[in-house]
């Protein structure tokens, strides 16, 4: 059922709703097998001031797997990563249509406050952007925002260790987070992304302002993660797709007859079977480099 949801601001008011979130605790199931659906996209389409970005997604995020998004620049993947924790009601003029459901709960239901999917469905982005504050500071900032006091150097630390940077910045919690490497900096988002207990953690090219030798931190990192979390991330880089997720999304641009360009999904399967065996010419075409 398509309904639509205009961009909205966040007010104190909004933000102190009893929502049906808070009800749902999050899952961190670390062998749970058959894979169910944590969060399934069905006919979503999303529009800047009336300019339709992505049209028509529908695919299911499985608990405790990695879902990779590709495809081109400008095909909508990080529009539609946005959606998956409202960050794109923060962007004005963008337009929601479609379900997005969290455990069968509707996330743009009337009753959602957009703070608390933002908790449950955290996000890094592709640049890390630490705050200008100390390494401790910035892990910290989610569960003060949610008005925890009790408990943070636990939560700080156990955030720390699960990003693999406890042991490098143990001794330094109280130096500028702006001091550390850019590998060192996009573990920390990631510290700061777990502090708040997600289920999800959204990851938009999460390494492409890393070297190598980081990158190869934040993949390994990303499949100790998801014995907890249920990560997507997009990438460019076919290879990272192809070694750390399980599941890929293949999204194109396609031209309409007023020559307006849109993006779509055109194919969503087991990674395996995009790299290998991909039933879609155009998702072969891309994943063997003949397009771009
Ligand atoms: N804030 C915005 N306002 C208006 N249009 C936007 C905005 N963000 C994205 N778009 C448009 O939506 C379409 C999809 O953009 P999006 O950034 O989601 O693509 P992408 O697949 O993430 O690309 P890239 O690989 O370059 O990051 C593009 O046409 C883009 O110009
Ligand atoms: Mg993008």
């Given at each position: 059922m398509a309904r639509k949801v205009e961009g909205t601001t966040m007010t104190e008011e909004n933000q102190a709703q009893v929502t049906p979130m808070q009800q749902i605790e999050p899952q961190h199931h670390a062998?749970?097998?058959p894979r169910e659906s944590l969060v399934t996209v069905d006919d979503v389409t999303v529009k800047y001031s009336g300019s339709t970005a992505v049209e028509g997604v529908t695919f299911d995020i499985a608990t405790n797997e990695i879902t990779a998004l590709i495809g081109a620049s400008g095909c909508g993947k990080s529009t539609l990563l946005r959606c998956i924790n409202r960050m794109n009601d923060l962007i004005p003029g963008a337009e929601v249509t479609g379900t997005i459901n969290y455990k069968g709960v509707d996330l743009y239901g009337e009753k959602i406050d957009p703070v608390q999917v933002r908790k449950l469905i955290g996000m890094v982005f592709q640049k890390p952007n630490p705050f200008p504050k100390s390494i401790y500071d910035n892990v910290a900032f989610g569960p003060r925002v949610l008005g925890i006091k009790e408990d943070l150097d636990e939560i700080v630390e156990k955030s720390l260790r699960r990003a693999s940077l406890w042991d490098e910045v143990k001794n330094r919690l109280n130096s500028s987070a702006l001091g550390m490497s850019g590998g060192q900096q996009q573990r920390l988002c990631i510290a700061r992304a777990i502090a708040t207990s997600p289920d999800v953690i959204l990851m938009d090219e999460p390494c492409s302002a890393l070297d190598p030798i980081s990158t190869g931190r934040i993949e390994d990192l990303m499949e100790e993660l998801k014995t907890r979390y249920t990560i997507v991330i997009v990438t460019h880089n076919m290879q990272q797709a192809a070694r750390v997720s399980d599941k890929t999304a293949f999204f194109t641009v396609n031209v309409n007859e007023d020559d307006k360009r849109f993006g779509q999904l055109v194919e969503f399967d087991d990674t395996e079977k995009i790299f290998t065996?991909?039933?879609d010419q155009r998702t072969e075409d891309y994943v063997t480099g003949k397009v771009g």
């Amino acid at each position: 059922m398509a309904r639509k949801v205009e961009g909205t601001t966040m007010t104190e008011e909004n933000q102190a709703q009893v929502t049906p979130m808070q009800q749902i605790e999050p899952q961190h199931h670390a062998d749970k097998a058959p894979r169910e659906s944590l969060v399934t996209v069905d006919d979503v389409t999303v529009k800047y001031s009336g300019s339709t970005a992505v049209e028509g997604v529908t695919f299911d995020i499985a608990t405790n797997e990695i879902t990779a998004l590709i495809g081109a620049s400008g095909c909508g993947k990080s529009t539609l990563l946005r959606c998956i924790n409202r960050m794109n009601d923060l962007i004005p003029g963008a337009e929601v249509t479609g379900t997005i459901n969290y455990k069968g709960v509707d996330l743009y239901g009337e009753k959602i406050d957009p703070v608390q999917v933002r908790k449950l469905i955290g996000m890094v982005f592709q640049k890390p952007n630490p705050f200008p504050k100390s390494i401790y500071d910035n892990v910290a900032f989610g569960p003060r925002v949610l008005g925890i006091k009790e408990d943070l150097d636990e939560i700080v630390e156990k955030s720390l260790r699960r990003a693999s940077l406890w042991d490098e910045v143990k001794n330094r919690l109280n130096s500028s987070a702006l001091g550390m490497s850019g590998g060192q900096q996009q573990r920390l988002c990631i510290a700061r992304a777990i502090a708040t207990s997600p289920d999800v953690i959204l990851m938009d090219e999460p390494c492409s302002a890393l070297d190598p030798i980081s990158t190869g931190r934040i993949e390994d990192l990303m499949e100790e993660l998801k014995t907890r979390y249920t990560i997507v991330i997009v990438t460019h880089n076919m290879q990272q797709a192809a070694r750390v997720s399980d599941k890929t999304a293949f999204f194109t641009v396609n031209v309409n007859e007023d020559d307006k360009r849109f993006g779509q999904l055109v194919e969503f399967d087991d990674t395996e079977k995009i790299f290998t065996n991909p039933s879609d010419q155009r998702t072969e075409d891309y994943v063997t480099g003949k397009v771009g």
